[in-house]
């Protein structure tokens, strides 16, 4: 008898696949629904010990509403999770995925892998051809946006993008933004009209970032209640930055003061102008109108006050031009990192000594292998070796060596 019974639970019992069961909707069934034997829920993940029978649909969480929801402040927290540039890139790159899915009449969530697919290869036909690591990036945005378990498969994809790079082999280079070293950065203050609020500011931001071999988001999260002015350094409580997200062992960054920079003058130049205009607290670097008058949006007390770091960003290819420095590459503010770094390890400042100096791990390579840049003199010619000769008459002889 217990035999049969044993024998009726194993008919009854459902073999289904992961995705097919719906947990929660089980688990509700209304009982009017239900057989009059359990009905075991098994899938091949399932391991029962002698003895042990499978769980059955009753055996499941009964959910409702409150294990759904989240609270206002929860949901703020979520929306503001990750870096804040990791998050703009983010939604940037799902903006334009939907706007071209509804161009395309096709869903953006969750997508068929047809769709994911296509987009890929639409954005491997834009022109100029688009790096190909920066297609794998917004790729990746796009993926973990759909819904957990319902998510595109990626191997097609990202075979599709191994042949890309290969068949486009400059999408894989990494251009790297050309160093702007001490000499730059003085002819950009020089360039600077330190009579006006605007100069002021401008001859604050370059000082401070190449001082602090800083990326566009450190300056631009400085905040005056954080910063102290000594006679003879700046020192700057930062709350975080890159390597430190959390901010712990982020120490003070101490610029000390130097005779070209002049950081401790004009910071305090800067400052007494803000104290001027009411303004004790909060971001050091704010946004000035064309006729160096802080804009509404800066006399705010809230987080838009702040010059962002994509406006750092954009200033500072403005000031390079105001003083007519001319590069072989694009320029950007990260050249400044790179120009600290530069100078720094050319004057014997190498290893954890140059790490520390920019915020970087210890260990890390990065300072020597991205940052430090090799110097080639664009003026310098290898062939001004070789002596000139007139057409039709053989070369001179070069002079022996001394």
């Known amino acids: 008898m217990a035999a049969d019974a044993a024998d009726q639970d194993i008919l009854d019992a459902e073999l289904v696949d992961d995705d097919a069961v719906d947990w929660s909707g089980t688990a509700l069934l209304p009982a009017s629904t239900r057989s009059h034997h359990p009905r075991y829920l098994v899938d091949r993940h399932t391991v029962l010990a002698p003895g042990e029978l499978p769980p059955t649909a009753e055996d499941q969480p009964r959910y409702t509403e409150a294990d759904f929801r989240i609270s206002a402040d929860t949901a703020q927290r979520r929306a503001r999770a990750g870096a804040d540039n990791t998050r703009i890139n983010r939604a ?22 047809a769709t994911y697919l296509e987009y890929a290869a639409h954005l491997m036909r834009q022109q100029p051809s688009p790096k190909a690591d920066t297609i794998n990036t917004y790729m990746g945005h796009i993926w973990r946006w759909q819904p957990p378990g319902r998510r595109p498969e990626r191997d097609e994809t990202l075979a599709l993008l191994d042949t890309y790079r290969r068949e486009n082999p400059r999408t894989n280079r990494k251009k790297q933004a050309p160093a702007l070293q001490l000499s730059d950065v003085l002819a950009m203050i020089d360039a600077c009209d330190e009579s006006t609020p605007t100069g002021q500011r401008d001859v604050v ?10 990326r566009r988001s450190e300056p631009a999260a400085v905040d005056i209640e954080y910063l102290e002015v000594l006679d003879h350094q700046v020192v700057i409580d930062l709350e975080m930055d890159k390597t430190h997200q959390d901010g712990e062992g982020l120490d003070l960054i101490r610029l000390h003061d130097r005779p070209d920079t002049q950081l401790v003058r004009r910071t305090r130049t800067w400052l007494a102008w803000l104290r ?49 420095i001319r590069k072989p590459a694009t320029i950007t503010s990260q050249g400044i990192r790179a120009g600290a770094s530069t100078d720094l390890a050319e004057h014997g400042v190498r290893g954890k000594q140059l790490a520390r100096a920019g915020r970087w791990r210890d260990d890390s390579a990065i300072p020597e292998q991205v940052y430090v840049r090799p110097l080639i003199d664009p003026a310098v010619d290898p062939f001004a070796a070789v002596p000139a000769a007139r057409p039709g008459e053989p070369a001179q002889e070069a002079p022996a060596p001394a």
């Open 92 to 113: 940037a790159a799902i903006r334009r995925f939907e706007q071209w899915c509804a161009a395309e009449g096709r869903v953006a969530r969750p997508c068929t892998d």
């Open 205 to 214: 931001l370059l000082g401070m970032m190449y001082q602090m071999l800083g």
């Open 276 to 324: 001027q205009q009411g303004i004790t607290n909060g971001p050091l670097l704010r946004q000035l109108s064309v006729a160096h008058n802080l804009t509404k949006r800066a006399r705010s007390a809230g987080p838009e006050a702040r010059l962002s770091p994509a406006a750092i960003g954009e200033r500072i290819k403005v000031l390079a031009a105001n003083a007519g």
